[in-house]
């Protein structure tokens, strides 16, 4: 099982070894226990819980605390759990896992809670172009417009985009190469951005595989 649980520390920029300057998100991955293996037998499917971020015992729950203290595990406040699609475990509970489990030239999938952005109109949220400002439509420049349907079916369909709530959604961003990994300073650095803000909690998981 290949996965890991990290918080985005920033971006950055390293040279490779012909003087290319290569942009990077630097994570701090790890360490991670195994808090729980899920079976096919007692969930219905395979999977292995990770835990992440050591804190206070007074923050959790007795309940949370009572899940953790089954494998002498410390208090932890992010658990996430990573499917194995073929059913191969090859970990065991209490298990600690650290930044090497992924090597440096590899692809990986970064899934992460994008920046929420707020109540945002149709332009910054859906690329919509602006209406004309001459003719006297002044104050309508960055209205969405007219929106309607017609006497059927009376009514705006239902996925329609219009302004809201834009940002704080589960993102992933695909097929990122691991530049550098760093096991001692449990740290990752992947070519690319990452979704979310800095300190924001990521899983990295292996790439999908992908059509050609």
Do not use: W
């Amino acid at each position: 099982m290949k996965g890991i649980i990290g918080k985005k520390v920033g971006m950055t920029q390293i040279f490779d070894d012909n003087g290319n300057v290569i942009p990077v998100t630097v994570i701090q991955a790890g360490p991670c226990y195994v808090t729980q293996i899920r079976s096919a037998e007692n969930d219905g499917y395979v999977g292995i819980q990770l835990g992440f971020g050591e804190t206070k015992p007074q923050r959790l729950t007795k309940g949370q605390l009572g899940h953790l203290q089954r494998n002498n595990l410390p208090a932890l406040k992010v658990l996430r759990e990573f499917r194995v699609r073929n059913g191969d475990v090859d970990v065991q509970e209490g298990q600690q896992i650290k930044a090497d489990v992924f090597l440096k030239g590899e692809r990986v999938d970064v899934i992460g809670v994008s920046k929420g952005r707020g109540f945002q109109g149709g332009i910054k949220r859906h690329n919509f172009n602006r209406q004309p400002k001459t003719h006297g439509a002044s104050d309508r420049t960055r209205a969405p417009g007219s929106a309607g349907a017609n006497t059927y079916p009376g009514r705006t369909l239902k996925g329609k985009r219009y302004p809201g709530h834009m940002g704080s959604e589960r993102v992933t961003t695909e097929n990122l190469e691991v530049v550098v990994v760093d096991p001692e300073r449990n740290l990752l650095a992947v070519r690319g951005s990452v979704p979310g803000s800095n300190g924001g909690i990521v899983m990295i998981k292996p790439a999908r595989p992908r059509r050609r």
